[in-house]
């Protein structure tokens, strides 16, 4: 079995500029997946620029992981419409948490890394990697991918598994 490498709480913060799906509006769900888990957030009706402000969590097991999320338009008699896709490495982030381990940063809240956007990544701007009283967030804003336009902000925390509790 493979040991957690931590708690990994993903808010969904907000969409900007989310594309029309519906007469006018859309009425727009996120889905965000790491590994086999999967969480969604509650529909928001008739807005392009919903705030849902909410936190899921999954279980971080791999070092190379991967974050995916997927924008839908809710529909009451058909299939839900797609409203575009984005992912996000965790390497950077995971990369950081051991690094705050050897640096002991632990009060406050320090920049440790920014992630630049490229062809590798879906991000829409910089993003950051800060200590935050101990805990590494990083704040992202990712381009939504097979769509005309749209972005969704994200904060991730990564939270370290409590020590010294493994079963013998």
Not at 30 to 40: C, D, F, M, Q, Y
Not at 71 to 96: C, E, N, W, Y
Request: proline share 5%.
């Amino acid at each position: 079995m493979v040991e957690p490498l931590g708690q990994l709480q993903v808010t969904v913060i907000r969409g900007k500029k989310l594309a029309i799906r519906d007469f006018k509006s859309s009425d727009p769900y996120v889905i965000v997946k790491l590994g086999n888990e999967s969480a969604k957030t509650k529909v928001i009706n008739n807005c392009l620029n919903p705030v849902w402000d909410e936190e899921l969590s999954f279980t971080l097991k791999d070092p190379a992981a991967v974050l995916s999320l997927e924008v839908f338009d809710k529909d009451r008699f058909k299939a839900d419409d797609k409203m575009g896709h984005a992912t996000l490495s965790l390497q950077p982030l995971i990369s950081v948490a051991r690094l705050r381990h050897i640096v002991h940063v632990s009060s406050g809240e320090t920049t440790l890394r920014k992630v630049l956007p490229d062809s590798d990544n879906c991000l829409s701007r910089e993003s950051t990697i800060s200590c935050i009283d101990g805990e590494v967030v990083q704040s992202v804003w990712l381009k939504l991918c097979a769509v005309e336009s749209g972005e969704i902000e994200l904060k991730i925390k990564l939270i370290d598994p409590p020590r010294g509790t493994k079963d013998h």
